[in-house]
């Protein structure tokens, strides 16, 4: 008698723990409607135009930067350089590199960029970085990415990023950790 009790016992604590919480939180004006209820580790393997606002043929523009998913996106490596530029350009002071410094970021951008200042590179077009020939403007700018500030700054990147981001703290079964 007192086995069945224990196992029935168990069993509505294990049906207890999995039950799934009344959450409130949503990321529905990021995602279009059809993946408002998906799994974020679902949506992060979606393609880009599964974000709101991006249209199906936006795919294959992405595509022709080896951008296929949502987490593609947000691991671009030229747009989180892009990122980091725009994140210290503030914090540069005007004219005080020191002579000595050993500092560079030649291999994010073409040569003709390597000595500028993090402002100028924020300015200047997208193909200053390393890897985005004169073809790629045309199609960023499709995109509305001109620049590379635009580039870092631009709200489906940072979209993708919290989405990724955020899906590593996902749990399947909704315990807590």
């Known amino acids: 008698c007192n086995r069945i009790s224990t196992t029935t016992h168990t069993m509505a604590e294990t049906a207890e723990k999995k039950a799934k919480p009344d959450y409130t939180f949503n990321f529905n004006n990021a995602v279009d409607k059809a993946f408002e209820t998906a799994?974020?580790?679902d949506v992060v393997k979606m393609k880009p135009s599964a974000l709101q606002g991006l249209s199906e043929r936006v795919d294959p523009m992405l595509a022709a930067f080896h951008i296929?998913?949502?987490e593609d996106l947000a691991k671009w490596k030229l747009a989180c350089a892009a990122q980091a530029i725009a994140t210290l350009a503030p914090l540069?002071?005007?004219?005080?590199r020191n002579p000595a410094g050993e500092s560079n970021i030649n291999s994010a951008l073409d040569k003709e960029w390597e000595t500028k200042t993090l402002n100028e590179i924020?300015?200047?077009p997208c193909s200053a970085l390393q890897g985005l020939a004169d073809w790629s403007e045309s199609v960023l700018a499709d995109l509305k990415i001109k620049t590379v500030r635009d580039l870092a700054n631009w709200k489906f990147l940072k979209w993708a990023q919290a989405l990724v981001e955020l899906a590593q703290f996902e749990t399947v079964d909704?315990?807590?950790r």
Do not use: F, N, Q, V
Request: hydrophobic residues 30%; neutral net charge.
């Open 174 to 176: 909704h315990s807590s």
């Open 122 to 124: 924020l300015d200047a």
């Open 68 to 70: 296929r998913t949502i």
């Open 92 to 96: 540069e002071e005007a004219g005080k």
């Open 39 to 41: 799994p974020l580790r």
